[in-house]
């Protein structure tokens, strides 16, 4: 049982350029998130879904986009990278139990 | 919607001390939770809880729903337990589909 797979882990990205943030959890949860970590601040949510098909804006989802096509997989785009979205990506899922975390992704943009 | 405040902020002990870190929240919840967070590493889920208390090894978290206020204490603390701990809760009252707002975690270093 593998949890929430987040892919990179590390990624350097120069002003402008585009990339996909890969979320996968293997767990059937219907509610999946990604959230944002900079410091001295708590998480933001940037985007959510609450099952295949549906994806919902969070609190800073500009400069974002997402798409929920499985049950399975999240993936996070980023199009035309700014400085401002230097930062820790958390993918989240959930169900009634709680929260499983992935490792996160450290996005740094040049 | 809900704001949460963590004290302290940082919190530097010997090895061996009970400790107790605080969180409050603004608008009645679910239920709260509780996050690790180890430098550089990612986060892991301590507790969720509703009501009352719950313990797991040297980990005990309480609530109290009526004064919108929990803790986190853990008993004879050790090195290995430094790390950022995290409150968060649904941003609004009966939520959670939508996520959670996160405090913005106490930095606990236990000494040898």
């Known amino acids: 049982n593998a949890g929430v797979t987040q892919t990179p882990k590390f990624r350097i990205l120069k002003i402008g350029q585009s990339m996909t943030l890969q979320c996968a959890q293997d767990m059937n949860h219907n509610y999946m998130y990604w959230y944002r970590q900079d410091p001295g601040m708590g998480l933001k949510l940037i985007y959510y879904s609450v099952g295949a098909g549906i994806t919902d804006k969070g609190e800073v989802p500009n400069g974002y986009n997402v798409s929920r096509s499985t049950t399975e997989d999240f993936p996070l785009r980023l199009e035309l990278a700014a400085p401002s979205q230097t930062s820790v990506y958390f993918c989240?899922?959930?169900?009634?139990?709680?929260?499983?975390f992935g490792s996160g992704t450290r996005l740094t943009v040049v | 919607k809900n704001e949460v405040e963590q004290s302290p902020q940082n919190l530097t002990a010997q090895e061996g001390e009970f400790i107790t870190i605080n969180c409050s929240y603004s608008v009645g919840i679910s239920a709260l939770h509780w996050l690790q967070q180890h430098p550089g590493g990612g986060i892991v889920s301590l507790f969720m809880l509703s009501s009352g208390k719950k313990k797991h090894g040297r980990l005990i978290a309480t609530i109290n729903i009526q004064e919108k206020h929990s803790s986190l204490h853990i008993t004879a603390s050790h090195p290995r337990d430094s790390a950022v701990y995290i409150c968060?809760?649904?941003?609004?009252?009966?939520?959670?589909?939508?996520?959670?707002?996160f405090g913005k975690g106490t930095h606990l270093i236990i000494q040898p």
């Open positions: 968060a809760v649904p941003p609004y009252s009966g939520g959670g589909a939508d996520g959670l707002t």
């Open positions: 989240a899922s959930s169900a009634q139990v709680g929260y499983t």
